[in-house]
């Protein structure tokens, strides 16, 4: 098995390398796609693996995987391979111009970089290689928003880098203040494993880790998108190419809070639970209140689902907060949930765009009559963000309000459940009318049929798993996200 993870690295970086210098689109896609089925076979492989405890080791233990990794690589995987079959017809949907074979070819370089960076961010062993990771998927993705090279792609792009580099500074101190409080008990030189900590944890400085925790939580943060470190991301996602915005949303953004997870392991053995759970229920929280807020006057709908994002990131961190295993179990639940789910609403919104030609929601109507898959499969994803019983992200959050009510904080709870149906107000009442209301004047001259059936397959297999996972959760993944919460240290 530890070949698997060393085939997770050579791949993606193989496929980028052939993107780059292929003669034409069509090989650069093709071996992008191939590179996706084979990381998210690979993967599948090392969650069954690691199901029940056990962990997997490669390159000299420099890549590692266990239980909460492999929670985090299955989201990012999935949508590294639908993203790549998306990309296909999305980027097709431009080959007639002059400059598409060049441009796509690029497109699939850093679509495989951005992959490669990734999947190496559960795979990293210790604090420092966990940053770079961090640092190397934000340096790839910032080309990648401003790859169309428009106004708005370049002014999101340089918004993001400053923003996203500030945060990350602010991440490394804490990466450093923690190895400084590592060294009385670890000798100097040491390697910042997170075993090595975990072992020693019960010898660190405790106000020196909880001030280490802050600092990640703030600089990791702003990578998540906790309010008010957000100001980024809707500007990111909604000029990014929209396979790239699925993945910036539901996996660039899980990472992030991976590498939080982290830190809040050592933190709560050397300082305590209560501590990290209650930072992770203020930041969740604000987030939550921000996104419910800024969803309800939205004008374009791309940035929707940014600030739905926010708005989910918010509750995977209360999940966490509540603490009790079921809370645990389904805030972890829900990256995978999300990250299916967002799939589906940014591939939808994909579809839209290359149709209707804007993202003004006002522009655009009857997306159901001339989209007759995709329109549907968009209210879909809607209905699954705002927690429609019939899918995963519903049954998830059932988890982490059970876990709020059994760990007795009845008023997070209070305030989740509220925010959370505001929130689900302002996305159903915007993509309803974008795809139920009738096309009268704004896309009554619009085009009946689907762009690309590449497009139509990769919203497929997002819905299969979004409304699969709210019907039947398979044991396998039961036993993953069971031991995967009891790393975290949900309280039994």
Not at 47 to 74: I, K, M, P, T
Not at 162 to 177: D, E, F, H, N, R
Request: include cysteine; proline fraction near 3%.
């Amino acid at each position: 098995m530890s070949a698997l993870l060393v085939v997770l690295v050579a791949v993606p970086a193989v496929s980028a390398l052939v993107s780059l210098f292929a003669r034409r689109a069509l090989i650069a896609e093709t071996v992008t796609a191939a590179s996706g089925v084979i990381c998210f076979a690979s993967v599948l492989a090392l969650a069954a693996e690691v199901r029940n405890g056990a962990s997997v080791s490669a390159a000299g233990d420099w890549l590692h995987l266990d239980a909460l990794g492999a929670v985090f690589l299955l989201a990012t995987a999935f949508l590294y391979a639908t993203g790549s079959f998306f990309s296909i017809g999305y980027l097709r949907a431009g080959e007639r111009r002059a400059t598409f074979q060049p441009f796509a070819r690029r497109y699939y370089a850093y679509l495989n970089l951005f992959g490669l960076a990734m999947l190496l961010v559960p795979l990293m062993n210790d604090f420092a290689m966990l940053w770079v990771a961090v640092e190397l998927t934000t340096i790839v993705s910032v080309v990648l928003v401003a790859l169309e090279r428009t106004d708005g792609a370049l002014e999101a792009a340089w918004k993001y880098v400053l923003v996203a580099s500030v945060g990350l500074g602010i991440a490394l101190l804490a990466v450093v203040l923690l190895y400084a409080a590592g060294v009385p008990a670890l000798g100097a030189g040491y390697l910042p494993r997170f075993a090595h900590y975990l072992a020693v944890a019960h010898r660190l400085p405790k106000v020196q880790v909880e001030f280490a925790f802050i600092l990640a939580v703030v600089g990791f943060g702003t990578k998540v998108g906790f309010a008010p470190m957000h100001t980024w991301l809707p500007d990111a996602h909604s000029e990014a190419p929209s396979p790239v915005s699925a993945l910036l949303s539901g996996a660039l953004l899980a990472n992030a809070f991976y590498a939080i997870l982290r830190f809040f392991e050592v933190t709560r053995l050397a300082a305590g639970d209560a501590f990290p759970r209650d930072v992770l229920l203020v930041f969740g929280t604000i987030s939550l209140l921000v996104a419910a807020l800024f969803v309800l006057r939205q004008e374009n709908y791309k940035r929707l689902l940014a600030y739905s994002t926010i708005e989910h990131m918010g509750v995977i961190a209360i999940g966490i907060g509540f603490g009790a295993p079921i809370a645990v179990a389904g805030a972890l639940f829900h990256v995978i949930n999300h990250s299916a789910a967002k799939g589906l609403a940014f591939f939808g919104s994909g579809s839209i765009l290359r149709r209707y030609d804007t993202k003004e929601i006002d522009r655009v109507r009857g997306a159901a009559t001339v989209l007759p898959w995709s329109g549907p499969m968009f209210l879909l994803a809607a209905l699954a963000l705002s927690a429609f019983p019939v899918s995963g992200v519903f049954r998830s959050e059932f988890q982490i309000v059970s876990g709020g009510f059994a760990s007795g904080s009845y008023t997070w709870v209070a305030l989740l459940l509220v925010l959370v149906n505001v929130a689900f107000f302002g996305i159903v009442w915007h993509v309803g009318r974008i795809v139920l209301t009738p096309a009268r004047d704004a896309g009554a001259a619009v085009a009946r049929g689907e762009t690309s059936w590449w497009m139509v397959a990769a919203m497929l297999a997002c819905t299969v798993v979004v409304v699969g996972l709210g019907f039947y959760l398979p044991g396998g993944l039961a036993a993953l996200l069971e031991h995967a919460a009891h790393t975290v240290g949900a309280r039994g």
